[in-house]
């Protein structure tokens, strides 16, 4: 199982710290040795979903491509780390089927709204407070919690770094990841 692919999806509150954690999980991932393509939400609107809005619609088409490539990605061994408010939670679930159900890793990152408002380094809060933006999520667009991630992490207690290690434990308690006892007579055997 270990060398199998899969996918970690981190949702939640546009500032919730989503991508900062992201980012530090594949750079650990790759210090294990695993390939780890980081697909963060607005890198991916830049490119892959240039010229989509932000209707329910549209949402949904830019939450699939993320799904539809994390699953490529899977499917050839590698790890995808997507980072999206994914705010849909049947969207969500569409691409826990395309990924795979026992290869997809749902991470909430549960962060309270005033605390993702105080870290908005855009302003995007401000002007949705303003009536500026319209249809932002946790302002007047509703945000839908999963039900049963595998994991719910606050970002209000602890450091990214502990959050993202956190993370590495829980591939290796789960199989994705060998710790590093196993890792050792995995390639003694070879």
Same mark, same amino acid.
């Given at each position: ?85 994914? #705010?849909?939670?049947? *969207?969500?679930?569409?691409?826990? =089927?395309?990924?795979? /159900?026992?290869? $997809?890793?749902?991470?909430?990152? %549960? ?47 602890? #450091?990214?770094?502990? *959050?993202?290690?956190?993370?590495? =434990?829980?591939?290796? /308690?789960?199989? $994705?990841?060998?710790?590093?006892? %196993? ?8």
């Amino acid at each position: 199982r270990h060398q199998r692919g899969f996918c970690v999806w981190f949702t939640g509150f546009s500032g919730a710290g989503k991508s900062t954690i992201a980012e530090i999980l594949a750079v650990l991932l790759m210090e294990r040795g695993r390939e780890a393509t980081l697909l963060d939400g607005d890198v991916v609107r830049t490119h892959l979903s240039k010229g989509l809005g932000f209707s329910k619609d549209h949402r949904d088409t830019n939450i699939l491509r993320i799904g539809f490539v994390a699953s490529e990605i899977v499917r050839h061994h590698g790890v995808a780390v997507c980072a999206a408010v994914s #705010l849909y939670r049947a *969207t969500r679930d569409a691409v826990r =089927r395309v990924v795979g /159900e026992d290869r $997809f890793i749902e991470v909430f990152v %549960d962060t309270p709204i005033q605390v993702c408002e105080q870290r908005d380094t855009k302003g995007m809060y401000a002007k949705a407070r303003r009536g500026e933006v319209k249809g932002f999520t946790g302002i007047d667009d509703p945000y839908e919690p999963p039900l049963d991630p595998e994991l719910r992490l606050t970002t209000t207690d602890c #450091l990214p770094d502990d *959050t993202a290690v956190r993370l590495v =434990r829980y591939l290796i /308690e789960r199989g $994705f990841l060998l710790d590093e006892c %196993d890792e050792r007579n995995y390639q003694a055997d070879w």
